[in-house]
């Protein structure tokens, strides 16, 4: 969702997806990550104060308005989170938020996973998720 935002390499293709899309779900932990991904781009010096400031603006504006739909993780959804890590192969690599993601889209019946993350791509099929890069075409360029 950050690259919707951030003037960078796959902005452009993000964007046409979300639009072609219509709607928009992800886990209500988005809010956090996108915050977090804000403060990255801050940190490094790729965007000064104001942009930070205005990026946070649009973005809270944007989720109020509901242009992202937020599904909440509840306790059971936690739950199924840390059921995956307990049967999960030891070669996997998968973060805890990228499986609240995959959890996220299995309970709610997505059949697949829009990101450009490559170790949350490589765990989708382990959810039967179709796990696709809206930014392919940029990167094998």
């Known amino acids: 969702m950050a690259k919707f935002y951030v003037n960078e390499p796959g902005r452009d293709a993000v964007r046409r ?4 899309s219509g ?3 992800t886990s209500g932990i ?11 781009k801050l940190r490094e010096g790729s965007i000064d104060s104001h942009v930070f400031e205005a990026l946070q603006g649009q ?15 509840t306790p059971a959804l936690l739950e199924r989170v840390r059921a995956l890590f307990a049967q ?7 973060r805890s938020l990228d499986a609240v993601h995959l959890v996220t889209a299995k309970v709610e019946r997505f059949d697949r996973l829009y990101s450009n993350d490559t170790h949350l791509l490589a765990a ?10 809206p930014i392919a075409d ?4």
């Open 59 to 73: 973005f809270r504006h944007d989720v109020t308005r509901g242009l992202w739909t937020l599904i909440g993780p």
């Open 23 to 25: 709607t928009v779900a």
């Open 17 to 20: 997806l979300a639009r072609r």
């Open 30 to 40: 988005a809010i956090a990550e996108v915050a977090a991904a804000f403060h990255r």
């Open 124 to 133: 989708c099929p382990r959810l039967h998720l179709e796990g696709i890069n």
């Open 88 to 94: 999960l192969d030891r070669s996997v690599f998968l």
């Open 138 to 141: 940029l990167i094998d360029r």
